[in-house]
């Protein structure tokens, strides 16, 4: 049976203000409100005019939505003329100070804003970089850096307490991801700080790394083009060079930026955000510790639980279109918010309950952590695999490890729609 037909003008009511502090205080009470207010919700993005959005608030509506191909991450084709207007990215690029030729690289040329056929063809070109043998593959390395990271811990103490996020969330993501690709071991601080002062709620800042981090993407390929490694970057400028059909100088750089950043910072922070739940909840760090083969189980519910991405990028409607029951408007824009499709009842029984072992073994997740459909995050077999790595390793190394504040002192960064904490105080036991 269909579901009932919802027109968005049903949900026409003062939007939701996607900057509300609340969101940072306790984003799932938020939520429940959102879903209990209606299937979509209208928000408003902190842009100049503050655009509209609709927010699809739960799960089976978000799925939907994310696997139908005619909702666009592109809505150029909607704007024949060319007006960048109906963009709310390339509107936000503008209100951080990011000139045209610059936001580009973010946007026009971003794999991530693509549609078919070029989504499939620059995906196509990567894809095999993040299979599960080549991840699996990868795994020794990733122990190594990860042991050497713990053991470096105490070294980091001051007065007893060391920031888990500064020693050790952000450190060893960016650095698996950097040697996959192929940034020099002396050019990973400056991605990594050029990455951190992306995810900023000051538009400034934001633009001024913008602006640097596809200066330095142009740079590093300019350094591996004269010098080819057996790495990631080399593979994709040969077939830039040797095929410019498949790849064009513009993707070329918004790959190489993305693959970094999207490479370490959500993984970053789901070892950060997952490292919380596990103290908070000790029945359940027993756990991990008494059943070793929960690990992969373990990092599913934590990315649901507790993920720190809880809305995707922009969608929007290629025509006058009906999904699940819900109507849009040709060219509404829209996002599935994932941190309330996360936590919906109706697909996670007491879905605030931390539950390591809820995600049945062997099955495809459940979860929307890392999306879904065409957009389904491309390193999320890396990802995993960290996450799995980081948890079991950290409290195998530090069986005492224990928070150094309450966990009410701890602070969370303030960027909409994102879970992320500051930092992480530990004291190691």
Not at 57 to 83: I, V
Not at 164 to 171: D, V
Not at 214 to 230: T, V
Not at 382 to 394: D, I, K, N, P
Request: a negative charge; one cysteine or more; charged letters at 25%.
């Amino acid at each position: 049976m269909s579901a009932p037909t919802e027109n968005t003008t049903s949900a026409a009511s003062a939007p939701v203000d996607l900057g509300d502090p609340g969101f940072h205080i306790d984003p799932y009470a938020r939520y429940e409100e959102l879903r209990a207010r209606g299937r979509l919700v209208p928000a408003s993005l902190p842009i100049p005019g503050e655009p509209d959005v609709l927010l699809v608030t739960h799960y089976e509506d978000a799925r939907e939505m994310l696997a139908d191909k005619r909702m666009l991450n592109d809505p150029s084709p909607l704007s024949p003329g060319g007006d960048d207007g109906q963009n709310l990215r390339l509107q936000a690029m503008k209100a951080a100070g990011v000139p045209r030729e610059y936001a580009r690289y973010m946007v026009d040329a971003s794999i991530l804003d693509m549609d078919a056929p070029d989504h499939t063809r620059i995906r196509k070109l990567v894809s095999r970089a993040f299979t599960v043998k080549r991840v699996n593959a990868l795994r020794p390395r990733v122990e190594e850096i990860t042991g050497a990271l713990l053991d470096a811990l105490p070294d980091r103490a001051e007065d007893g307490v060391v920031d888990l996020i500064e020693h050790f969330a952000y450190p060893l993501p960016i650095t698996v991801i950097c040697e996959l690709v192929g940034v020099p071991d002396e050019e990973r601080n400056a991605w990594r700080d050029w990455g951190r002062r992306l995810f900023t709620s000051d538009q400034g800042v934001r633009g001024e790394a913008l602006i640097g981090i596809a200066d330095q993407a142009k740079a590093l390929i300019a350094e591996r083009r004269s010098a080819p490694a057996e790495d990631l970057m080399t593979a994709l400028i040969r077939t830039h060079d040797e095929d410019g059909d498949r790849l064009s100088d513009d993707e070329l750089v918004s790959l190489v930026l993305t693959l970094i950043l999207a490479g370490h910072e959500t993984t970053a922070h789901l070892i950060g955000n997952g490292t919380l739940a596990l103290l908070t909840h000790p029945e359940q760090l027993r756990l991990l510790r008494t059943e070793p083969g929960i690990g992969p189980r373990a990092v599913h519910e934590l990315m649901r639980w507790c993920g720190p991405i809880h809305g995707t990028r922009m969608r929007y409607a290629s025509e006058d279109l009906e999904i699940n029951g819900l109507r849009f408007a040709k060219g509404q824009a829209c996002m599935a918010l994932l941190g309330s499709a996360n936590a919906d009842p109706a697909e996670f029984p007491d879905p605030r309950r931390l539950d390591l072992a809820r995600e049945p073994a062997g099955r495809r997740e459940s979860h929307m952590g890392f999306g879904h459909g065409a957009h389904y995050c491309l390193g999320a077999a890396l990802a995993r695999q960290e996450g799995e790595v980081a948890f079991t390793r950290l409290f195998d190394r530090y069986p005492g490890l224990s928070l150094a504040v309450p966990p009410s002192e701890l602070r969370r960064e303030r960027i909409p729609l994102s879970w992320r904490l500051a930092e992480l105080p530990v004291r190691l036991g």
